[in-house]
């Protein structure tokens, strides 16, 4: 039994060792200068210059513009990644909640419809999406970056799941309460439904803070720049006998680490809770 226990332990030690290698690498070179990666590569041991570098990437205006700033990105990555998970939360409830509680006609094959969006991803449908914001004026705004993204098949699965597991008495409880559709739905079913929403916000929310390609896209003022845009533009600055920056690009990266382990880290029992929790 002991043995067993040790065996599994020293598996899942190795397994944290192995995720958490490549971020240690990362921050240990983030603190040396980009002269000494240039010449010597990755480094394993810390340098000097963690603070110097940090408080540079977090507050030196840079960019071809030199207005924008580390501490700028980080926002606007906040912005897109809470959106995102905000919208698509809502949205998502809104559609499951008419599929399951409406009981339409072809419910059930609008569902699928909605499903078989999932088989479309971003890339496939990016360039009518550009072209439509750009129709509407929304290039280098808030709302042309995280608007075209938030409808979700995904969320609609699990809100439409978790919705036909809730039991009928309860709507039946509400119906003789005198309770209308929307006063169910924010009550009852919003009350139910917040382990859920927080494990759906976690997997979006990451998602949108990852997301490269459509603000790249979207995107032609600094000032709209997310965090995964700053690391690209640093790394590609190479004129003449310039270095790339390759110290603040490592800073910019374990930056861009933190807000999804810490969202995981805090809700990390919410999130198991929402996807395996079966009864109400």
């Given at each position: 039994?002991?043995?067993?226990?040790?065996?599994?332990?020293?598996?899942?030690?190795?397994?944290?060792?192995f995720l958490m290698t490549p971020v240690i690498v990362a921050f240990m070179t983030s603190t040396h200068t980009?002269?000494?990666?240039?010449?010597?590569?990755?480094?394993?041991?810390?340098?000097?210059?963690?603070?110097?570098?940090?408080?540079?990437?977090?507050?030196?205006?840079?960019?071809?513009?030199?207005?924008?700033?580390?501490?700028r990105m980080v926002m606007n990555s906040f912005i897109l990644g809470i959106g995102f998970a905000l919208g698509k939360i809502i949205l998502s409830m809104l559609a499951a909640?008419?599929?399951?509680?409406?009981?339409?006609?072809?419910?059930?094959?609008?569902?699928?419809?909605?499903?078989?969006?999932?088989?479309?991803?971003?890339?496939?449908?990016?360039?009518?999406?550009?072209?439509?914001?750009?129709?509407?004026?929304?290039?280098?705004t808030y709302t042309g970056l995280i608007v075209p993204l938030l409808a979700s098949a995904t969320g609609t699965f699990y809100f439409r799941q978790f919705f036909k597991s809730v039991p009928d008495e309860l709507l039946e409880a509400a119906r003789i309460d005198g309770a209308g559709p929307f006063k169910f739905f924010i009550d009852v079913l919003?009350?139910?439904s917040r382990t859920m929403m927080a494990a759906i916000f976690i997997i979006m929310f990451v998602y949108g803070w990852n997301q490269y390609l459509w603000p790249m896209l979207m995107t032609t003022d600094e000032s709209f720049f997310t965090l995964m845009r700053g690391i690209k533009s640093i790394?590609?600055?190479?004129?003449?006998?310039?270095?790339?920056?390759?110290?603040?690009?490592?800073?910019?990266?374990?930056?861009?680490?933190?807000?999804?382990?810490?969202?995981v880290v805090i809700f990390q029992r919410w999130f198991i809770k929402g996807l395996t929790e079966s009864d109400k």
């Open positions: 039994m002991h043995k067993t226990r040790f065996f599994d332990h020293l598996i899942l030690i190795c397994g944290v060792l980009a002269a000494e990666i240039h010449s010597e590569g990755l480094m394993l041991s810390p340098g000097g210059h963690f603070a110097e570098t940090y408080t540079t990437v977090l507050t030196r205006q840079g960019g071809f513009t030199g207005q924008v700033t580390g501490a909640y008419a599929i399951v509680y409406f009981r339409f006609r072809m419910a059930n094959l609008a569902f699928w419809i909605i499903f078989t969006t999932l088989l479309l991803p971003l890339e496939v449908r990016i360039m009518p999406s550009y072209q439509v914001m750009t129709q509407l004026g929304l290039i280098n919003i009350p139910l790394l590609q600055v190479w004129i003449g006998s310039q270095i790339p920056d390759y110290n603040e690009a490592f800073a910019l990266a374990v930056l861009a680490m933190l807000p999804p382990v810490m969202i």
